[in-house]
């Protein structure tokens, strides 16, 4: 909004189209986890109920179960496609509009300026998104995966973007680049073969 319609941004970012979303959002989060947990409800464990993952995760759970868990599956793999797939496309249809609007405008540093502030976010996309795709495509529909890759690469996914965000969100502000450049300056200093 910030980039595509930037006179109009006040007017769509208030705080009541702001709280709407935020509502929306918590809404179908707790609907999706009842529904989910209603779901698992219906299935009996007999055997071993040692789950290979140490954070709630869906899949290894009902794959312990006696009894047909077809129907886990197919909800597993329709809101899999719905909570990653959607705002993935939502998030690259936004930056497909983000470059139109970009490559309309006249000033070459106007421009380097509008991708300057989208890279950050690029970057915290790609770190999340990378490895839940390859555990979502690949472990989940073709088994392929190993289940010590497949925690790691969740794991991945769920820490790396909160730890990392604050800290490349934080190289926009001048100071702390400059120190960074410093600090790595100063090392390639001292580890250069002499």
């Known amino acids: 909004i910030a980039i595509c319609f930037p006179l109009r941004h006040n007017s769509i970012n208030t705080m009541q189209s702001m709280s709407w979303i935020v509502g929306v959002t918590w809404f179908f989060g707790l609907g999706v986890t ?4 209603s779901l698992m409800s219906r299935l009996s464990f007999c055997n071993s109920v040692r789950v290979f993952s140490y954070f709630c995760d869906y899949a290894p759970v009902f794959r312990l179960a006696c009894n047909d868990y077809s129907l886990q ?15 993935f496309a939502y998030i690259i249809l936004s930056y497909i509009c983000i ?4 490559f309309m405008m006249k000033s070459l540093d ?6 300057a502030t989208c890279v950050e976010h690029i970057i915290l996309v790609a770190v999340f998104y990378i490895p839940i795709l390859t555990i979502f495509c690949v472990g989940f ?12 690469s969740l794991s991945l996914a769920s820490c790396i973007p909160p730890c990392v965000n604050p800290l490349i969100y934080s190289l926009k502000t001048k100071e702390i680049k400059i120190r960074v450049v410093a600090l790595v300056s100063k090392i390639k200093i001292r580890h250069r073969p002499t």
Do not use: C, E, M
């Open 141 to 152: 529909y073709l088994g392929l995966i190993d289940p010590d890759q497949r925690v790691l």
């Open 73 to 87: 599956w197919a909800s597993a793999s329709f809101l899999s496609v719905l909570l990653l797939a959607v705002p």
């Open 110 to 115: 106007s421009r380097v300026k509008a991708l």
């Open 34 to 37: 009842l529904f989910a947990t």
């Open 99 to 102: 470059l139109a609007t970009v």
